[in-house]
């Protein structure tokens, strides 16, 4: 059919596909025990579900026997159903079939593939580091390999990108790809045939220990972040942690009960953790069991505008049952539940059916209009042309938002979660030289150029602090300034403004390179003002709020 058409077409089928929508949802709420979107004996005067199915089958047959051209009503449904699920709340969403399976792997926790991570540089992919226990390792791949050859074919130019290394080492469990690798200690392309396995997506990425303090940084909320997160407490309890730093800051959210299972450990028998409520679907409150096994352990919790969705309702239940202290930028306010409907096609339909409220009664959901995704995506930026990430006073918080927690504190609605202690974004570094140096991506390079000639020097290191002194002692910022020069140049007051940032992002990117991935957020964290005002929190006794420090 003539592109040119499909405006009209489409014009037509959004009402029916809408309809249609509804219908699929109805049925597959009922089913999950939700109740029905639509009644057939509705008196509001609104179509019923009986003469919405009727009309919607009489238009097909009309498009189908009448239409002056042959309709490829695929094609068409697939570009409608975005256009009508757009025009619902900001996180409804349409997953066509052949995206469903990449969209689930993050939270389900594991894809097939080969078990590297890699990085483009120069046209070529370079294998970063190599997952323990994973098919590369077992086949004999190394960090610092150049994959040059995929099943005889080469695999390197300018045509070579993110997407597509992705869709050529993924595929499905048992399948065999051959890589061709150049390797600096050997003059021969090497050949290694790799049987692609599952892979574990951890979500819980970094877990370390700073003086009495346990870190823990996590993603997302998937489906084995529960068990990542207690092996973590446990296993830093096991080392001497006397309280905990939970790090939250760029998490996007993810499944509830993994989220409920996760702050259950922290709470008593009782406290409530969140509530849920909507048009169809009645209140429903979640309460702790009682059963977690640290209830009485010093917490801190660190959120940024990132931090969406699960992770709001995590912060909210510390929070609210005044059991620990919030610190960062106010949260993204993502409060709506989604539902996943599968279709029989493959697709799938995220359909928002209710709301989030944190225990004081407080909506996390961000005010919205219906169909304005455009705006409430620009959220963020009319913050930060407020302010809003640089002054606490830039928030104007109204009475009528005000709730309290169990203890009397008073915490505010509005949209996210509002922390505790505010930390405004620190740029005492930054200079026009730094910003350049950012953006050009030249930091990263001089890192990975680096680690890729000194890999038997970066092995073998014990501890953080080893690895920290020897990095500092190579004096690597005279030599990155020299190595950025072609890109980037820089006055000397704008290289002493930003040396020292530079060179604990250098040092941290090398730690990366290396394989020490925990190293990497100690490194880069040296420098976060957020991170060392939680851990004086923590360190000073003071990780549990009261009303009078409201």
């Not at 975005?82 to 993050?106: G, K, M």
């Not at 890729?452 to 092995?459: C, F, G, I, K, T």
């Amino acid at each position: 059919m003539k592109r040119y058409l499909y405006p009209l077409i489409i014009s037509l089928l959004l009402a029916i596909f809408l309809c249609v929508g509804m219908l699929l949802g109805e049925r597959r709420a009922v089913a999950n025990g939700y109740g029905a979107y639509m009644s057939s004996d509705d008196a509001s005067g609104e179509m019923t579900s009986d003469d919405a199915s009727a009309k919607l089958v009489h238009l097909f047959d009309l498009l189908r026997d009448k239409y002056v051209d042959s309709l490829e009503l695929k094609n068409l449904v697939e570009d409608a159903i975005p256009t009508i699920v757009e025009e619902l709340d900001p996180h409804s969403n349409y997953i066509p079939a052949q995206d469903l399976s990449e969209v689930n792997e993050q939270l389900d926790g594991s894809f097939s593939g080969v078990g590297i991570q890699f990085n483009i540089q120069q046209d070529t992919v370079m294998v970063i580091q190599v997952i323990a226990g994973g098919p590369s390792e077992k086949a004999g791949i190394v960090p610092g390999d150049r994959i040059v050859t995929v099943n005889d074919s080469t695999f390197c130019g300018k045509d070579i990108n993110n997407d597509r290394v992705l869709k050529t080492l993924r595929g499905p469990k048992g399948s065999t790809v051959k890589l061709g690798i150049k390797r600096a200690s050997a003059d021969e392309v090497l050949h290694f045939d790799i049987v692609r396995n599952d892979i574990p997506v951890n979500s819980v990425v970094a877990t370390y220990l700073d003086g009495t303090v346990g870190y823990i940084r996590i993603d997302n909320f998937g489906r084995n972040t529960y068990q990542e997160f207690f092996t973590s407490l446990v296993t830093l309890r096991s080392q001497g942690a006397e309280g905990f730093l939970i790090d939250l800051r760029g998490n996007g959210g993810g499944y509830l009960e993994v989220c409920i299972a996760m702050v259950n450990e922290f709470l008593g028998r009782g406290n409530l953790i969140v509530y849920t409520e909507g048009r169809c679907q009645p209140r429903s409150d979640v309460y702790a069991d009682g059963r977690g096994n640290f209830q009485s352990v010093p917490v801190v919790v660190l959120i940024d505008e990132w931090s969406a969705s699960a992770s709001e309702i995590f912060s909210g239940a510390i929070q609210d049952n005044d059991r620990g202290t919030i610190i960062g930028h106010r949260s993204f306010g993502k409060g709506l539940v989604q539902q996943q409907f599968d279709l029989d096609d493959g697709s799938a339909l995220r359909l928002t059916i209710a709301r989030y409220y944190t225990p004081s009664g407080r909506c996390i959901q961000k005010p919205y209009e219906m169909g304005e995704r455009d705006k409430y995506l620009m959220d963020l930026v009319d913050r930060y042309n407020h302010g809003e990430f640089y002054s606490k006073d830039s928030i104007k918080l109204a009475d009528s938002l005000r709730y309290q927690t169990v203890g009397g504190r008073a915490v505010y609605a509005g949209g996210g979660i509002m922390p505790d202690i505010f930390v405004p974004t620190d740029t005492s570094y930054i200079s026009s030289y730094y910003n350049r140096c950012i953006n050009t991506g030249v930091i990263y390079s001089f890192a990975f150029q680096y680690s890729d000639s000194h890999r038997s020097q970066l092995a073998g290191f014990s501890s953080f602090e080893a690895m920290r002194d020897y990095l500092r002692s190579q004096q690597l910022l005279p030599k990155f300034i020299e190595y950025a020069k072609p890109k980037v140049r820089g006055t000397v007051a704008q290289q002493r403004r930003s040396g020292e940032a530079i060179e604990i992002l250098i040092m941290a990117y090398i730690m990366r390179q290396a394989g020490y991935e925990n190293y990497f957020y100690q490194m880069f964290q040296a420098n976060d003002q957020t991170y060392h005002q939680a851990m004086e929190i923590l360190r000073s006794g003071k990780a549990f709020p009261k009303a009078e420090d409201n």
